[in-house]
């Protein structure tokens, strides 16, 4: 019986892939590199920052490299991450539901901590999830860590969360920390993916996404 659900931000619960794009564009140009490809950016997306810092850039960089061009990736992002970033149509409601039904709600992303919190309550408001992290000063997803801590805070076994994302990394990080897997295909990965990264389920619409969960609570 599932009584939690981690979510996954980008691309899962908001479309972020432009005001990233945006901001590692900025970052190469600094580096005189043109704007990132489709194929590498796609590949990258669901990267924590400093993973944009160092595959984002066209050879192999120094750790001083990194460091530096992760500086200016935050910069930037910090000022372009609600330009072009929004909800998806539907989960709000999905989500009101959820937390009306006596659900544990929670959001956890590779994405910088601050920022999650900021887009989170930007566009869903405060009070509907009972957390919302990033990977600051642990290990980033696929590790566990995250999804762990959060699985502590609310006293739940594993097997009573779902992991909920769009991404390789999602799937992998539900089955590294026990919990039960839901690929959402609206995002940035490709539905076969997610199927062979191992989600349990994989669900194509927003009605079907909270259909699920309300049989898997059951």
Same mark, same amino acid.
């Given at each position: 019986?599932?009584?939690?659900?981690?979510?996954?931000?980008?691309?899962?619960?908001a479309?972020?892939? %432009?005001d990233i794009?945006?901001?590692?564009?900025?970052m190469r140009a600094?580096?005189g590199l043109p704007? =990132?490809?489709?194929?590498l950016?796609?590949? =990258?997306v669901?990267?924590p920052? +400093?993973?944009?810092?160092?595959?984002?850039l066209?050879? %192999?960089p120094? %750790?001083e490299? =990194?460091e530096?061009?992760?500086e200016?990736?935050?910069?930037?992002?910090d000022?372009?991450?609600?330009n072009?970033?929004n909800v998806?149509?539907?989960?709000?409601e999905?989500m009101?539901?959820?937390?009306?039904?006596?659900?544990k709600?929670?959001?956890y992303?590779?994405k910088?901590d601050?920022?999650v919190?900021? &887009?989170m =309550?930007h566009l869903?408001g405060?009070?509907?999830f009972d957390?919302?992290m990033?990977?600051?000063g642990? +290990?980033?997803?696929p590790?566990p860590?995250?999804?762990?801590i959060?699985?502590?805070?609310w006293?739940?076994?594993?097997?009573? &969360?779902?992991?909920v994302?769009d991404?390789?990394?999602?799937?992998k990080?539900?089955?590294?920390?026990g919990?039960t897997?839901?690929?959402?295909?609206w995002g940035?990965?490709?539905?076969?993916l997610?199927s062979e990264?191992?989600?349990?389920?994989?669900?194509d619409?927003?009605?079907?996404?909270?259909s699920? &969960?309300?049989?898997l609570?059951?």
């Amino acid at each position: 019986m599932i009584k939690g659900i981690i979510f996954d931000l980008d691309g899962t619960l908001a479309y972020t892939f %432009e005001d990233i794009r945006d901001s590692i564009d900025e970052m190469r140009a600094a580096y005189g590199l043109p704007p =990132i490809s489709d194929e590498l950016m796609t590949k =990258i997306v669901n990267f924590p920052a +400093r993973g944009f810092a160092e595959y984002g850039l066209e050879s %192999e960089p120094s %750790e001083e490299k =990194i460091e530096e061009a992760l500086e200016i990736y935050v910069a930037a992002y910090d000022r372009n991450y609600l330009n072009k970033t929004n909800v998806y149509e539907g989960l709000p409601e999905v989500m009101a539901k959820l937390k009306a039904d006596g659900l544990k709600l929670a959001v956890y992303s590779n994405k910088i901590d601050a920022y999650v919190k900021k &887009i989170m =309550i930007h566009l869903y408001g405060e009070g509907l999830f009972d957390v919302l992290m990033g990977p600051d000063g642990i +290990r980033p997803k696929p590790d566990p860590a995250g999804a762990n801590i959060i699985a502590d805070k609310w006293g739940l076994d594993p097997s009573e &969360i779902a992991f909920v994302g769009d991404s390789v990394l999602d799937m992998k990080t539900s089955i590294n920390a026990g919990m039960t897997g839901i690929g959402v295909s609206w995002g940035y990965t490709k539905r076969e993916l997610l199927s062979e990264a191992g989600a349990k389920y994989i669900v194509d619409t927003r009605p079907e996404l909270l259909s699920l &969960i309300e049989v898997l609570a059951k």
